[in-house]
């Protein structure tokens, strides 16, 4: 499975982003897509994941309100549309992909990916996403 991250970069406070996750050799049919982030200093954490058979996501509370999971299955990519943008949204951004059945609710999937992280799972490279205020 390969994942590319793209979309990071420079914005102000109160700006949009939208990052891509372009997989490949991955089954979009029974599978959970999730964006993580991981700042200088803190501990990676969870942002947003999806279910792409059926759409189902999940957000983290930071990003609630926020920003917006999305598959396009056809195109095998996922994306993440991030408004409202504040400072401590700055941080590498990575997808990471892995296969579940349905007895996985999407927050163990989420859960489970971000504890095998880059190590055990599959996951991109990241992209930087820079919020300045």
């Known amino acids: 499975v390969q994942l590319v991250e793209s979309g990071g970069g420079l914005v102000q406070t109160g700006g949009s982003l939208r990052l891509s996750c372009a997989v490949s050799g991955f089954t979009f049919d029974d599978g959970a897509i999730g964006w993580f982030r991981q700042a200088p200093g803190k501990e990676r954490e969870g942002v947003s994941c999806i279910f792409t058979r059926d759409g189902t996501t999940y957000y983290a509370d930071p990003v609630k309100g926020r920003f917006t999971i999305s598959s396009d299955n056809a195109k095998n990519t996922v994306y993440l549309q991030m408004n409202s943008l504040k400072s401590e949204d700055t941080a590498v951004y990575y997808c990471?992909?892995?296969?579940?059945?349905?007895?996985?609710?999407?927050?163990?999937?989420?859960?489970?990916?971000?504890?095998?992280?880059?190590?055990?799972?599959?996951w991109g490279q990241g992209t930087q996403v820079t919020v300045s205020s």
């Open positions: 990471a992909a892995d296969r579940f059945s349905k007895t996985f609710t999407i927050v163990e999937a989420m859960r489970l990916m971000l504890n095998r992280g880059p190590e055990l799972g599959s």
